[in-house]
């Protein structure tokens, strides 16, 4: 008997493949709020390095996420132990490299992320085809960065995927499903069963109905790591970003309205950025990023824009000291600030020795000190060297030297000095001196 088989023509018909745009430097966060967002029963996190999943994994442990880590520095055994974690429900996240992820097979595998993009089409197949096996639905996502969507789209081309481009989820879309979830909580829809109707009637005669109900969200939202704020991304238009660049640029804000300017005390000296900056002010403010407007950084300050409605909660939920982490200082500006101030918070001193030009002050010294006192002949021509002592001027200090006349020693003569008779003429005859071991030479 001869089997024949055949390839399918479309593959992983069960697995959903997403591309997320995010900013770079906020790929991490976005890997989270990827995670918050599904709550799938097993995930598998791809990095391309081993030094990525060993940074991921201590990133991921201490966020509360139960992660363990595969690659190739692992024994079997330890592979073999971090497996059998995720299939007994000890751990959810699985953090490899593409390597250790060979012949992996985890029956409840839900959702795959590709932390780092994959090198080739057979490569991003491999990956996701650990999901949506047996007639399970899967989700594959692509984390892509702003700086990369040309390489995804060619690598998804190149696959023959078509992937729905999105942004990775908000902090309130995470924090929306996580109250969808909760509704939707199969426990609310059973019966009361006969051994806890005692303890329900006691909790409805002590208790409101609203106080069960809000103790019931909090042990429902208890341990689950909070979601990231992400940097706004524009996707432009899916297919469209290998024509014009105009595509994939953010579009214009809109007026912004009321609003009232502060001062922070760091600006592009002290490495301000805004990334860190709106999440700061939103944490402790109380306010959202809706709610801050313009941001202009100078060399040693930076002004953010408030919306006049969230000024007063504003300044109330900082305190009045008005001091936030690492010391930084808040200080409100009446009106708006002086921009044009921007660079010259500490003034250069002026070149003492520049020459006058337009627009300069015409006090300073058009030539250098030790050129002033020095008649103009002098400064335009230099000094002719003459050859002998004969015709050298005579010095202030006394006569020229004579005809003939010889410095004594000096670089490349010998370490005896030649008599000269009057008028410089040498001595007959050759000066006796000491060879090298004390004998007599001529």
């Known amino acids: 008997m001869r089997l024949a088989t055949v390839g399918e023509a479309r593959q ?25 967002y599904y709550e799938a029963a097993n995930a598998l996190v791809f990095c391309s390095t ?61 959702l795959v992320v590709h932390a780092d993009l994959p090198t080739n089409p057979e490569t991003l197949l491999h990956r996701s085809g650990r999901t949506g096996r047996a007639g399970r639905k899967g989700v594959s996502v692509l984390i892509v960065p702003t700086n990369a969507h040309r390489r995804a789209e060619r690598l998804l081309h190149n696959a023959a995927i078509a992937a729905e481009w999105a942004r990775a989820p908000s902090a309130e879309e995470v924090s929306a499903r996580d109250d969808e979830r909760l509704l939707s909580d199969p426990l609310l829809a059973e019966a009361v069963q006969d051994q806890e109707q005692a303890l329900v009637e006691a909790l409805m005669a002590r208790y409101a109905p609203e106080q069960i109900a809000a103790a019931f969200i909090r042990r429902h939202r208890a341990g689950k790591s909070a979601p990231e704020e992400l940097i706004e991304v524009n996707i432009g238009v899916p297919g469209a970003m290998r024509g014009r660049r105009e595509d994939a640029r953010p579009s214009p804000r809109a007026e912004f309205g009321a609003s009232v300017w502060i001062s922070l005390s760091v600006g592009r000296r002290q490495s301000a950025e805004p990334r860190w900056i709106i999440p700061m002010l939103c944490r402790v403010g109380k306010i959202t ?12 300050e930076t002004f953010v824009q408030i919306a006049a409605d969230a000024v007063d909660g504003f300044w109330k939920a900082v305190g009045p000291e008005r001091q936030v982490q690492d010391g930084i200082l808040l200080v409100p500006v009446d009106g708006v600030p002086d921009f044009s101030r921007q660079g010259q918070d500490r003034p250069r001193a002026p070149k003492p020795y520049a020459r006058p030009r337009d627009g300069r002050p015409e006090d300073r010294p058009a030539r250098k000190p030790w050129q002033q006192d020095r008649p103009a002949e002098e400064r335009a021509h230099k000094p002719v060297k003459r050859a002998s002592g004969e015709d050298r001027p005579a010095r202030a200090d006394g006569p020229a030297k004579p005809a003939g006349w010889a410095k004594p020693g000096g670089k490349g003569k010998k370490k005896f000095d030649k008599p000269r008779g009057e008028g410089g003429a040498p001595v007959a005859g050759k000066p006796k001196f000491k060879g090298k071991k004390g004998k007599p030479g001529a």
């Open 50 to 110: 081993r030094a990525a999943v060993n940074h991921l994994a201590a990133r991921f442990n201490n966020r509360g996420f139960s992660a363990v880590s595969l690659s190739g520095e692992l024994s079997q055994s330890e592979r073999t132990h971090a497996l059998q974690a995720m299939r007994d429900g000890r751990a959810r996240v699985c953090i490899a490299t593409d390597v250790a992820a060979r012949g992996i097979d985890l029956p409840n595998l839900e």
């Open 12 to 36: 992983h018909g069960d697995i959903a493949y997403r591309a997320l745009m995010v900013a770079a430097s906020d790929r991490e966060n976005a890997i989270i709020n990827v995670l918050r």
């Open 289 to 300: 990023k809706q709610e801050i407007g313009a941001i202009r950084m100078q060399t040693h």
